[in-house]
Every structure is written in C-alpha cells, then in structure tokens.
C-alpha cells in the first residue's frame, strides 16, 4: 500500500484509498476537467472537495501541493518511475493524465501537437476570457455601471466561439472522428459560460450551431455527466 503521509495535503484530506489516485478539486469548469477525464480514462482515484466558501484553497495543507491556491491538484500514488507525484494546473495534469494511460490524446506526433494546440487554446483564451466575462456578467463585475469591460469580453468571447464554431464544422470533435482532452478541456467551459453564467443570450449562442451539437454530444457522454459531479458538494 502507498504511504502518502509525507505529503501535507492528506493531513486535512486523508485518503482512505491511498492506493489510488488522489484528486482535490471542486465542480467547476477548470476542475471537471481532470474529473472527466479520469472518468473517461478509467483509472481510480479519489476525489476531495476543495471548498472556496471556507477558503479550502488558501490553507497550509493546500498550498503544499499547490503554491498557486488553484484548483485542480492531484496527488499520484503511482507517478514516474512508481514515485509518488504531485501535480497542479489542469492542462499540465490532463497531459499527463493522457500519457500515463495511452488515451485521449494522439499517438502521431503531429496530430498530438495539434491537439495539444487546442488545449492551449482553452489555457490561454477560452477559459481566461470566458471566466472574465462571467464576473462582469453574473458577480460583482455586474455592479459596475461602465458597461466597456464587460462588451470587451463579451466581443472576445464572442470570437472565440466563432474559431471554435469553425473548426467543428465537418468533424464530429475538435480532432475529428477522435475524442481527446482538447474537447475535455474546452466544452466544460462552453457549458459554463451558457448554463452557470447565463450569457447565452449576451453572446449569440444561438449562431454557433456546430458547437452546440458538439457540446450536446459531449454531454451526451455517461462519463462526462459523472465527472460534472466530482467531488460532490456537500
């Protein structure tokens, strides 16, 4: 049995299985990220919930897997060389994820490069861009009457809609007839941003049918709606 008790992290979220992956996380876009794919995936782990309502993320013991207080963050039992690894940020963990199984991500190493392209794509604009949108939307951001921060994320998400629109015509996913992380790291975020933080509407949602069937298709998927629960809130 794995001895994970050198790690901080599992003095505040001891892990009954510690033969198995562990997960620290919350429900939200970044973070079912990890929690779908290793539904998907199919390797065992154990999920702890991360609460921002009582600052989870700020603690000692968290902070000690993840000096950037960001969920997700995993803790694997059976790392390179059977070393226990601690890792944090999703798309460094859905790389990884990918490779340590053999799945959802391309064997040729061109393709793999291109959906690792897409992956970046989420990292760097749809999540940013999307998130900034949701605060001056939904949260406190609504507050503020000068309305030009808001319509900057809005036409930028907007856009970011109409790539994301475009690559899907004529492909069942992002890559094609293969399902990958890049669609694991992008459609939680295109759910978010129409489902939690209402903007459908704001950004014309209704003109990007390709990634409306994408995204149902996505949903679709036993998985994916297992994942969207994990860890549950309690």
């Not at 039992?77 to 994820?97: N, Q, R, V």
């Not at 940013?128 to 949701?134: C, E, H, I, T, Y």
């Not at 994301?164 to 015509?169: C, P």
Request: hydrophobic share 40%.
């Amino acid at each position: 049995m794995s001895n994970l008790s050198s790690f901080a992290i599992t003095g505040k979220w001891p892990a009954q299985y510690p033969d198995r992956l562990q997960l620290y996380s919350l429900p939200t876009p970044n973070g079912v990220k990890v929690s779908i794919m290793l539904e998907e995936c199919g390797l065992p782990y154990e999920a702890h919930l991360v609460s921002f309502e009582s600052n989870d993320q700020f603690s000692p013991e968290f902070l000690s897997l993840n000096p950037n207080n960001k969920i997700p963050a995993i803790l694997d039992p059976k790392g390179p060389d059977g070393k226990p690894l601690a890792l944090f940020e999703s798309g460094a963990i859905l790389l990884y994820l990918a490779e340590k199984t053999g799945q959802f991500l391309p064997a040729d190493p061109a393709l793999r490069y291109e959906t690792i392209q897409w992956l970046m794509f989420q990292m760097g604009g749809v999540g940013p861009m999307f998130g900034q949108l949701g605060f001056f939307h939904k949260f406190a951001g609504k507050d503020i009457e000068d309305k030009r921060p808001r319509d900057r994320y809005v036409a930028e998400s907007r856009r970011l809609l109409g790539v994301l629109d475009a690559r899907l015509k004529g492909r069942r996913w992002i890559m094609g007839d293969d399902y990958t992380i890049a669609d694991m790291a992008i459609l939680p975020w295109v759910r978010n941003l129409v489902q939690f933080y209402g903007a459908g509407e704001l950004v014309g949602y209704a003109d990007f049918v390709e990634v409306q069937r994408v995204l149902d298709a996505f949903l679709a998927r036993p998985a994916v709606q297992a994942g969207l629960n994990q860890p549950p809130r309690n």
